[in-house]
């Protein structure tokens, strides 16, 4: 049986490591010495087979010169989040993919989403989650179901968070308009995401249905930016069976012209208000 992925987090904090001690000029036997172990503990950390402990995670980054405080801490964090949480792990078990997904979710500090037939999954409510994922052909059992509305729900914590991401959400009509679960719970869906209009992190932008042609139409992705730069963008696009993770600086910048696009074909967050209260209106 093949080994196992790492999660996502450490293959980040893997790669990082390799470039800052290269960009040092040292040597794996040196980076063993530094913090009293074995050569082989060192490949295995960075090949993100192992992980590191926080204290010698800071002992390498002295050792490598990284003096940016930031800089320090950004790497800490990637470590401390690699300790995923029950229902990550469940819901893990029913998408494998859906774990690195997490991880770039809770560690971004800029997410955009363009989403043309549903509603961004941080905006969703748990009937609307529930609706979504209870149709999928594989045939869930009501655990999986379950799981997977459990992780929906939970990664919306994000946006409760002292300094929550920023998130910026570019949605088709057509998804405020499809009944989803049916009429009673598009209408709390609509509410709800009238009401996430108002969080000071969030931007909701709808692309009405007389725009006509536009670069989304086709299909719905995801962007994550990260608050060091030495973590490169990543766009997130979903498929019935998983999620293809684009990280090259090419790939992703290609994503972000495609979303400024988007963006000036929606409308502002105001006028997007107003038309999400007339579909919820019509309702």
């Known amino acids: 049986m093949a ?15 390799i470039e800052l001690r290269e960009t040092a000029g040292k040597k794996p036997e040196e980076a063993a010495e ?7 503990k060192i490949s295995r950390i960075e090949n993100a087979r192992l992980g590191i402990s926080l204290g010698e995670l800071r002992d390498l980054l002295t050792f490598y010169g990284v003096e940016d405080p930031d800089h320090v801490e950004a790497m800490v964090s990637l470590a401390r989040r690699s300790r995923e949480p029950a229902w990550v792990q469940r819901a893990a078990r029913v998408r494998p993919s859906y774990t690195d997904f997490i991880s770039y979710e809770e560690t971004a500090d800029r997410i955009r989403s363009y989403q043309g037939n549903l509603i961004a999954g941080l905006l969703q409510t748990p009937e609307y989650a529930q609706a979504v994922i ?17 992780a929906r729900i939970n990664r919306q914590e994000i946006l409760s968070r002292a300094q929550p991401p920023r998130l910026c959400v570019v949605q088709s009509e057509a998804a405020l308009r499809l009944q989803v679960g049916g009429a009673a719970a598009m209408r709390k869906q609509l509410e709800h995401l009238a ?16 725009a006509g042609a536009h670069a989304g139409l086709t299909g719905s992705f995801v962007l ?12 997130c696009l979903e498929h019935r ?4 993770y684009l990280e090259s600086p090419d790939e992703a910048d290609t994503y972000g012209l495609i979303f400024d696009s988007l963006q000036a074909v929606a409308l502002n967050p105001k006028d997007s208000l107003t038309l999400i209260t007339k579909v919820l209106r019509d309702m």
């Open 3 to 17: 080994e196992p992925r790492p999660p996502v987090l450490r293959r980040r904090l893997a790669a990082t490591l």
């Open 34 to 40: 530094r913090i009293g172990c074995h050569r082989s």
């Open 134 to 150: 209870a149709v999928s052909p594989t045939k869930l059992d009501q655990a999986a179901i379950d799981a997977l509305v459990t």
């Open 195 to 210: 009401t996430m209009t108002e969080h000071p992190s969030v931007e909701i932008r709808v692309i009405p249905d007389h």
């Open 224 to 235: 994550f930016s990260f608050p060091h730069s030495s973590i490169t963008d990543v766009a």
């Open 241 to 244: 069976t998983g999620t293809y």
